[in-house]
């Protein structure tokens, strides 16, 4: 019910009334003045309320009146009046019905009981009522109240002394309220205020309101009675004390902070007055140092006064919370003297109640940052905040460092806390509760041996100070030990929190706006207003380091679990602002200390370490305290919670994990999991820091790169309670979700997670160099989860995560290697198969880019890893095969890149790859690709760690070649667009289309890629693949050569046929000859292969049949190209080489492919079918030109040096042939090409060697020239037109040197008969079939041809020396067969006997053909003949074969019998004068030989042979003889000589007397004789020469006669009785039969035709025959009777004899 109703004014009236009865009732007797106005102000009361509506305005008007009464009853003294009185004056003020007046007379009244020290409580309460019911009392009337409060104040009574200290508050809180509504009534009105001179008169306050200048007398009084000055408005106080002014002091400062910073006046009393007036009160406290003694000092220090100084501190902070503003410099050393009482050097209280005060400051960020922007931020200007932080961090150090001799508790602490600690509990010191024993429980720091407990002593945010509020205590109290700390713990974690808070949250305002202005103006970028972040960063900088300091001392020094998460949760969010606010240095450190405490104490790890250095290295100092990054203290009471393995070498060898240490694990996980994105480098820091604990903790990486724990076997050192067993699981847990949560960090703080990942995992790499330790992989198992998760934008951190990926692959570390691969693999086994957007099919930039680190892995040499990437191939082929498309050249590339130094799986796995690719995705990939499977099969070809597989490669090859053949078409037509395509691009850049075998078409090109590949496949080092390869090749060729364009074959045939030739005939030629030994063991090696020369030939040989096999079926094809003359020429080039090689299969086989080009039929083309030819090869008409019709509108390109032949052989000049005879023209250059190789061959393989034979190990077999020499006649068929007799000398030196080769003696006996077999050999049969080949064609040809025939007699004649005389094949030794032992002659002469035989059967039957030819008769064949039958005839027995000198007389007597005649015929010409000499010598070598017959001949032969002679003697009477006149005198006299000498009897000593009269050729002397008489008294005698012959023989005979009989009588007569030797006895029985034939003769004869010596000689016989007779052999005897018998007719001579002879 409000005061003003009528109710409550009824009730007043009432009460006033009633008031004033019971006064006048109580003054009655002894003050009836007073009673008296009692009753009268009754009546008055009565009156104001009948007359007045307004009662109470009208009780005021009068209240002096009405007031009056009471004032009289209290001036009474007597108490029970006085508190009558005193309630009633209460009333009224309650009621607001005093007036000023009435105000001040009841505060003088009050005063004077005040003096008289009555009812003093009620004096209080009435002033107190008064000032507060209303607003009547002013100036001195106020200030009389206020000093009246404070003088009861100090009163002797301790009640009145509170209750006025109490009411002085209120009094002094009424006076600033009253200000504070007067402001609030005139707050429309702007009044200009007068200027103020200065502070000329500090009491002049004209320009202030009544009420705003009662406070500010009442303030200024303060200030003045605070400072122990005389007040200027409180008149009459009689005393005061500080404690009291500084309480108001503060109440006011910190209860109306609006008045001082809204009135001018106000603000310079606080600057002018208050602000001095604490400094001042605080230098004693600056000045003490504990422990110094009064005595040093020169002056008494005045000692630091506990409530003084806490109140002090109260009004400072308040000061610094309200009017920061107004006092910057002020503040500035409050805040320097607040940091100086944090010294250790202050008593414990002082610094107690100082970092209480620090700890209000810490709750008010804003205020925080004020001073920052204040101090720190300015030039020359202390930097307050930062040493406010850095005080903090100092007290804490000193708190651990400095044990305190102000608080013996700490030291005493861990024996039970016995001294002021406990006394502190006893006196109930806050939040200590007693220190019990039992120390694990308290929550306390402990570092090096200091023990400092923890207490709870303000809720967080909030400075709930202790020591601040004993307002009571004038003695200092004692400070319970961990207080302190307590306090300066709180206060950094409300630091921390206050300005992280405050910052961020601005933090996020403005990203919002961020945000929207980029809604609003997306073009424009955001500019944020600069000042803010500048005074965040200096917050931030200003503070770290100490905040740091102190939080890692804390933290290692913490043994409580919370304690902990508080101190981590503050690093936490220091470091995760830090990021945001891009300050790395702070945040790197903030996050080392995290790192640090995760690891255990001295745990050497260079990140951490060279960090810490360099933040150490800034040696911040705080009050010249250095702080030092404090390094763990080792001996932390810490539940020791694992045991491992540390991952670098540690000095301890193993290392152990508390519970702290995982709980700054998880911190360092949060860290990472919520402010990735702000860690940037720092990611390094953290994940080195990770990967060491995972090591230590024994957690392994598994697929997908997650961790698992490892296994027990890991170390047998890693030892791990139960309790992280079971957490075990779940870090790793949070481990991967961190990784996995980078999908949700930006591009940037993406790359800086990748590449801290790649930089640790340097390092891992850099450590596991040198050994063989297990390396850590964690880095590698977390790049690859953070690949992983991150495909959807894996381009932009692909290369910097494969790059380094691929580095950790060549690392020689194995299990290293081996993860890097996994996690390479991996990621593009992921890549490829993740659903991109778009998909991987139409994004071919980010497939290629996929795949590539794939194909980079083929330049890592390990063996593993390529194996890795081999079997990674294998399985996107078979996931991914049919949507490679452009990647394809990739993939292809990585399996072809196999070395030889891989070794066999390596290339067993690639190879399998290839199968695939050969087998299921060819028709897939583009078809320019197929290109590069040609390559890459043909690589796996040329590899030569496993023979199968290259075995099969080539027969994937061939697969390759079918698939070509049958999708040729399609083929053909993409690569033609894909070759425009590239045609096009070509151009636009100005460059020139490069692709290998350019012109020819692309699906050409691709067969001769094949083509080329299997080319090289053909000269591989190892047999079995060049032979594999070389079918392949030709078969291919064979089977699908027709696909290819006409000029295409141009190319196979001089790149790739050619070039094979040439390669392997170099490598033939230089192949080693060495043997080869039986390879494994197991094989054995054939010896027609044990050589690597022997293999080669192998290759040579199939690789020319096979050329040689292309050129015979693709004839048609190929003569059309424009060069196939030189094409043949070189081919023939090769055939050529390959014969001459020395190499027996080599050479034999190149004559086979020679004779198969040769077997080629002329193609028929007459020149009307040229037209309907190209038709069929789809040329049109229009482009024929008939003159020139020699291919597809193409002029053959001749060399001068063929038509230069063409006309030597033609004899006259050649004139271009017309169209039809050019393909005839063309082939007999073909054919003459040809025999020209033909002859060089034959030449060089049948030249005998020039040196001795030891040198020369080559000789030709036999194989080799029979093929050689049979290729001849085939080859002459076509050249036989313009074949001359050059060529003819040619042929003949290679036939005689072909049949002079001698043959190896351990081929002899397969080649040689036995020697009693006469038969030829083949290549001598082959010599014989190429002459009759000749002598038939010349038969048959023309006149002109006729002239060779000499040349061949000339060619059979000397084979026919053979006989006689073997060939010798340069200085070579040969031994005849006969007496070869096989295994001591090297060489054997051939058996030539028959072959010179059956030649000599030739000559015979040819010159009966040819002998009147006129070339025959000229060129002397006649006497060449006889010339060369003389060797055998004159040897006879001495010929090698008994056959060949009676072979030699029948040819002999045929070829006579046939060109005698013709002799005589031309014997005019002279043509044979030279012959008869020739004739005469054969006949006389042959009759009378100077070889004797062999001892073992039978009579039988021996008749034989002398019937031989016989025929010889009769050819002589018939065929020479009867013609003597056409031959020449001199030969007739030869022949006679030779009958005489035959007639005559020689005798040989050998024969045996049995045989004698057989052996003596009586027959044939006989026969001489007869022919010999016959011709000389023949009266045929036509010339005198022929008689003449015959007397001369005839002379010679008789001459022998007389000689033999002469000497027989001789012998006779000295031999006595002894018989004379058979031979001499039988001798002179055929000269006595002789004799008598003679006579006989001479009887028959006409006596003129007989010469008159020839008479005188026979007579002159006579007288010798006489003196035989008295030989004693019956056989002389006889034969003697016999001759003397005709001479009775010469007894007397006649007559007509005799004058014929004188005259």
């Known amino acids: 019910m409000s005061t003003s109703s009528p109710e409550a004014v009824k009730k007043l009236l009432e009460n006033m009334q009633t008031d004033l009865r019971s006064l006048s009732m109580e003054c009655k007797k002894k003050f009836p003045p007073v009673k008296e106005a009692a009753e009268s102000g009754i009546v008055k009361i009565k009156t104001i309320a009948a007359r007045n509506t307004d009662i109470l305005a009208a009780l005021k008007e009068n209240s002096s009146e009405v007031v009056q009464p009471f004032l009289m009853g209290c001036g009474t003294k007597e108490p029970k009046i006085t508190q009558l009185c005193l309630a009633a004056i209460q009333r009224l003020m309650s009621h607001e019905v005093v007036s000023e007046a009435a105000a001040g007379n009841i505060i003088n009244m009050l005063w004077q009981l005040m003096e008289n020290g009555l009812e003093e409580l009620k004096l209080l309460q009435t002033v107190l009522v008064l000032l507060t019911t209303n607003t009547v009392v002013h100036d001195e009337v106020l200030s009389k109240a206020i000093v009246l409060c404070f003088r009861l104040h100090f009163t002797k009574d301790n009640i009145t002394n509170n209750t006025a200290a109490a009411t002085v508050r209120q009094v002094v809180t009424v006076v600033f309220e009253r200000m504070v509504a007067e402001d609030e009534r005139f707050k429309g009105i702007v009044e200009q205020p007068p200027s103020v001179q200065g502070n000329t008169n500090r009491r002049s306050v004209s320009t202030l ?147 209480e005060s620090v700890h209000r400051l810490c709750v008010q960020p804003h205020l925080l940052r004020s001073f920052c922007q204040s101090y720190d931020m300015k030039q020359h200007s202390t930097k307050v905040f930062r040493d406010i932080v850095n005080a903090l961090g100092s007290f804490i150090q000193s708190l651990f460092i400095v044990p305190n001799a102000g608080n013996p508790a700490v030291v005493g602490a861990l024996a039970g806390g016995s001294g002021s600690g406990a006394q502190g509990a006893a006196q109930g010191g806050p939040g200590t509760g007693g220190v019990s024993g039992n120390l694990t429980s308290q929550a306390a720091f402990e570092y090096r041996g200091t023990w400092i407990p923890l207490m709870t002593v303000s809720v967080q945010g909030s400075a709930k100070a202790t020591y601040l509020e004993m307002l009571d205590k004038v003695e200092p109290p004692s400070i319970p030990e961990g207080y302190a700390m307590s306090v300066a713990f709180s206060a950094l974690l409300d ?112 990140v951490l370490s060279s960090n810490a250095a360099n933040l150490s290295s800034k040696a911040y100092s705080i009050q010249g305290h250095s702080v030092q990054i404090i390094s763990p203290s080792s001996e932390s009471h810490q539940q020791v919670v694992a045991v491992g393995q540390p991952l670098t070498s540690q000095p301890q060898g193993t290392v152990m994990l508390t519970a702290k240490n995982i709980q700054c694990m998880r911190t360092l996980l949060n860290l990472a999991h919520c402010h990735g994105a702000v860690l940037g480098t720092s990611w390094q820091l953290v994940l080195a820091t990770l990967q060491h604990l995972v090591w230590i903790l024994g957690l392994k990486p598994g697929v997908g790169g997650a961790l698992k724990p490892g296994r027990a076997v890991e170390g047998p050192s890693t030892v791990l309670t139960t309790a992280v067993m079971t957490d075990l699981p779940v870090i790793a847990n949070i481990l991967s979700r961190l990784f996995e949560s980078s999908q949700y960090l930006d591009d940037v703080s993406l790359h800086h997670l990748i590449n801290a990942l790649c930089s640790l995992s340097l390092e891992a790499m850099e450590m596991a160099y040198g050994n063989n330790k297990e390396p850590s992989l964690f880095a590698v198992a977390k790049l690859l989860e953070t690949g992983l998760v991150n495909m959807d934008r894996i381009e932009i951190l692909w290369r910097p995560l494969t790059g380094h990926l691929l580095e950790v692959c060549q690392h020689p570390n194995s299990r290293m290697r081996e993860w890097g691969a996994e996690a390479l693999t991996a990621l593009i086994k992921a890549g490829l198969a993740y659903k991109h957007d778009p998909p991987l099919a139409q994004n071919q930039r980010l497939q290629l880019l996929l795949l590539n680190p794939l194909k980079e892995l083929s330049n890592v040499l390990h063996a593993d890893i390529r194996q890795k990437q081999l079997e990674s191939v294998l399985q996107i082929l ?137 080319g090289e496949l053909c000269v591989d080092p190892r047999p079995a693949v060049r032979k594999s390869a070389g079918q392949t090749l030709f078969s291919t060729i064979a089977a699908h050569g027709t696909l290819l364009q006409q000029p295409t074959w141009h190319v196979v045939v001089w790149k790739v046929l050619f070039h094979l030739l040439d390669c392997v005939r170099t490598s033939s030629t230089t192949a080693d000859k060495e043997k080869i030994e039986s390879g494994g063991g197991n094989i054995l090696i054939h010896h027609s292969r044990d050589t690597a020369e022997k293999q080669w030939a192998e290759t040579w040989v199939l690789t020319l049949a096979g050329v040689a096999r292309i050129f015979n079926t693709r004839r048609y094809l190929l003569q059309q190209l424009g060069d196939f003359f030189e094409a043949w020429e070189v081919l023939l080039n090769h055939i050529q080489s390959a014969a001459l090689s020395k190499n027996n299969e080599v050479s034999l086989a190149a004559l086979k492919s020679f004779q198969e080009i040769l077997q080629i039929g002329t193609p028929v083309k007459d020149s009307d079918k040229a037209g309907d030819a190209f038709a069929a090869m789809g040329v049109p008409p229009v482009l024929i030109d008939p003159l020139s019709a020699s291919g597809p509108g193409r002029p053959l390109v001749r060399s001068d040096s063929l038509v230069e032949r063409l006309t030597r052989y033609n004899g006259a000049e050649l004139q271009a042939p017309p169209p039809g005879e050019e393909s005839a023209l063309e082939d007999s250059a073909l054919w003459w090409s040809a025999w020209n190789t033909w002859y060089r061959t034959g030449t060089d393989s049948t030249r005998p060697p020039s040196g001795p034979a030891e040198k020369f190990s080559f000789i030709p077999s036999q194989p080799f020239l ?163 039958l003389r060797m055998p005839l004159g040897l006879k027995y001495a010929c090698p074969s008994e056959s060949t000198w009676k072979l030699a007389v029948s040819s002999l007597l045929k070829v006579l019998s046939i060109g005698l005649p013709v002799a005589r015929q031309h014997a005019s010409s002279g043509k044979f004068d030279t012959m008869w000499p020739e004739l005469a010598n054969a006949f006389e070598d042959f009759l009378f030989t100077k070889s004797t017959p062999p001892d073992n001949v039978s009579i039988q032969e021996f008749q034989k042979n002398e019937a031989v002679d016989v025929e010889v003697v009769q050819l002589i009477s018939t065929e020479i003889l009867p013609f003597a006149n056409f031959i020449p005198k001199d030969f007739v006299s030869q022949i006679m000589t030779m009958l005489n000498r035959g007639s005559i009897h020689s005798q040989s000593a050998s024969f045996t007397e049995a045989e004698i009269d057989v052996r003596m050729r009586e027959e044939f002397s006989k026969v001489c004789f007869e022919t010999l008489l016959q011709f000389s008294f023949s009266n045929k005698v036509s010339t005198p020469q022929e008689g003449y012959i015959s007397r001369m023989a005839l002379s010679v005979l008789l001459k022998r006669s007389q000689d033999v009989l002469r000497r027989y009588v001789e012998d006779e007569r000295l031999s006595g009785r002894c018989p004379l030797p058979r031979q001499q006895v039988t001798e002179i029985i055929f000269v006595l039969k002789a004799i008598s034939t003679l006579m006989d003769s001479l009887k028959k004869t006409q006596p003129e035709n007989v010469d008159g010596n020839t008479w005188a000689q026979v007579i002159a016989l006579y007288p010798t025959l006489v003196e035989c007779i008295t030989c004693s052999s019956s056989e002389v005897s006889s034969a003697l009777k016999e001759a003397l018998g005709p001479f009775k007719d010469f007894m007397q001579p006649p007559l007509i004899k005799v004058q014929n002879g004188e005259s």
Not at 272 to 282: A, S, T, Y
Not at 904 to 919: N, P
Not at 1318 to 1337: F, G, H, P, R, Y
Request: hydrophobic share 45%.
């Open 495 to 606: 630091l921390v929190r206050g300005i992280t808070s405050m910052i961020e949250r601005e933090l996020a305002v403005e990203e919002e706006a961020a945000a929207e202005f980029r809604e609003t103006h997306p073009d424009q970028g955001w500019q944020p207003p600069p000042g803010v972040h500048l005074v965040w960063e200096e917050m931030v900088s200003a503070c770290w380091c100490g905040l740091l300091a102190a939080l890692s001392l804390l933290l290692d020094a913490s043994t409580d679990e919370t304690a902990t998460e508080n101190i981590l949760k503050a690093e936490l969010t220091m470091a995760s602002l830090c990021g945001r606010l891009g300050m790395v240095t702070p945040r790197d450190a903030f996050i080392t200390a995290i790192c640090k405490a995760s690891l255990p104490p001295h745990y050497a790890l260079t």
């Open 1266 to 1428: 029979t093929a050689l020499i049979q290729i001849f006649p085939a080859l002459y068929q076509h050249i036989k037109a313009n074949f001359s007799m050059e060529d003819l000398k040619k042929l003949g030196v290679i036939l005689h040197g072909a049949v002079s080769v001698p043959i190896s003696s351990d081929a002899s006996p397969f080649i040689l008969p036995s020697f009693t077999e006469a038969v030829l050999t083949s290549l001598q049969e082959a010599v014989l079939t190429s002459l009759d080949v000749l002598q038939k064609a010349i038969c048959v040809g023309p006149e002109n041809l006729q002239v060779m025939y000499p040349a061949i007699f000339e060619q059979l004649l000397l084979f026919v020396e053979f006989s006689c005389k073997p060939p010798q094949y340069g200085r070579m030794e040969t031994k005849h067969v006969a007496n070869a032992k096989y295994n001591q002659a090297e060489w054997v002469a051939l058996n030539y006997v028959p072959f010179a035989e059956r030649s000599l059967e030739v000559v015979v039957e040819l010159y009966h053909k040819t002998a009147c030819h006129k070339a025959v008769i000229n060129e002397k064949v006649l006497q060449n003949i006889i010339k060369t």
């Open 878 to 1014: 078979q996931s991914q095969g049919d949507s490679l498309g452009p990647g394809w050249p990739l993939v292809l590339g990585v399996i072809g890149a196999i070395r030889n130094d891989q070794g066999e799986s390596l290339i067993r796995t690639a190879f399998q790859c290839l199968q695939l690719v050969v087998t299921d995705f060819l028709p897939t990939m583009p078809c320019t690709c197929l290109q590069i499977v040609v390559d890459v099969a043909g690589s796996f070809g040329l590899q030569n760690q496993e023979l199968n597989i290259s075995l099969t490669s080539i027969g994937l090859l061939w697969n390759i070649s079918d698939y070509f053949f049958q999708r040729g078409e399609a083929i053909t037509q993409e690569l033609e667009r894909e070759e425009e395509a590239l045609q096009k691009q070509a151009q636009e850049k100005g460059e020139t289309l490069n692709r290998p075998f350019h012109p020819a078409p692309p699906f050409d090109c691709l067969w001769l890629c094949l083509y080329a590949k299997l």
């Open 209 to 355: 309101r009544p009420s705003a200048k009662d406070a500010y007398m009442l303030f200024q009084d303060l200030c003045q009675l605070v400072n122990a000055d005389a007040p200027y408005w409180l008149v009459g106080m009689t005393e005061m004390t500080r404690t009291f002014g500084l309480e108001l002091l503060e109440s006011v400062l910190n209860d109306f902070p609006g008045v001082f910073l809204q009135h001018q006046e106000f603000s310079f009393l606080l600057k002018e007055r208050v602000c001095p007036l604490v400094i001042k009160l605080f230098s004693p406290n600056i000045k003490f140092r504990q422990g110094s003694s009064s005595t040093a000092s020169p002056a008494p220090v005045e000692k630091p006064y506990f409530p003084i100084c806490m109140r002090l501190l109260r009004v400072v902070s308040v000061l610094i919370k309200h009017f920061y503003s107004l006092l910057v410099t002020e503040c500035e050393i409050f805040l320097s003297l607040l940091v100086k009482f944090l010294d250790g050097e202050k008593p414990q209280w002082l610094r107690a109640v100082a970092v």
